[in-house]
């Protein structure tokens, strides 16, 4: 079946350093692949999507690239803030059944000033 | 816009006990999920909607029931709560346009529950 498979954490770093945060899927077809952000005591919200191969979708200084001959779906930031801190979670909804969302197991960023 | 809402933020139940959790969303959704998010496994969908009065289980349904009886309200019921169901979740509403390939999903703020 559908899954997503993401680097397990905490990843601490410091204040402007760079951040990558590794995702990869198995699917059928092509599904659609976001990136969800979740603050400290706050639901999930959507940070960026890509639904095509190639697609680069970005937000708040985000970015992840939809690499179909990998499989992959890494998140990057170049340069991150103290306000970044939360858990990230890679997930993505199938081609079929689109209405569902599979989501990985998330990954904790802790940023320190 | 409220956007998704849960009701509480907070319980606490013996085992046993029964309690529902209210799910309520004001961007006219179709679609309502509940899930629940527990150490290292992420988020499990536990029962979903794809319209007023119909449900459907989702990956770990059992001792779980739902009811979507108004578009805006989706409850999830506990009988007789275990301690294996302590747990964070979630409720979230989503929407499908004709010809948009993604289904961006909208969270409510939580409820953590313990069970003792």
């Known amino acids: 079946g559908d899954s997503v498979t993401q680097m397990e954490g905490p990843v601490t770093l410091s204040e402007e350093a760079f951040l990558t945060i590794n995702c990869t899927y198995t699917a059928t077809g092509y599904p659609s692949l976001f990136w969800y952000v979740q603050y400290p005591g706050e639901g999930l919200q959507l940070l960026l999507k890509a639904t095509k191969a190639d697609d680069k979708g970005s937000n708040k200084g985000f970015e992840a690239t939809y690499r179909k001959e990998t499989t992959s779906f890494h998140l990057e930031k170049g340069s991150v803030q103290v306000s970044d801190s939360a858990v990230y979670f890679c997930?993505?909804?199938?081609?079929?059944?689109?209405?569902?969302?599979?989501f990985g197991a998330g990954t904790r960023l802790f940023v320190k000033a | 816009n409220a956007g998704v809402t849960q009701t509480p933020k907070f319980r606490v139940l013996k085992t046993g006990q029964s309690m529902t959790l209210l799910c309520a969303q004001d961007m006219n959704h179709e679609y309502m999920y509940w899930y629940r998010q527990d150490p290292g496994m992420g988020l499990r969908l536990i029962h979903y909607s794809v319209g007023e009065g119909t449900t459907a289980k989702g990956e770990v349904p059992d001792g779980y029931n739902v009811s979507r009886l108004k578009k805006q309200n989706f409850l999830l019921g506990l009988e007789s709560a275990a301690p294996s169901q302590t747990s964070v979740y979630f409720c979230?509403?989503?929407?499908?346009?004709?010809?948009?390939?993604?289904?961006?999903?909208?969270f409510g703020p939580g409820t953590r529950l313990t069970v003792l």
């Open positions: 979230a509403s989503s929407y499908l346009s004709p010809g948009v390939a993604y289904n961006e999903q909208f």
């Open positions: 997930a993505l909804s199938p081609l079929t059944g689109g209405f569902k969302t599979i």
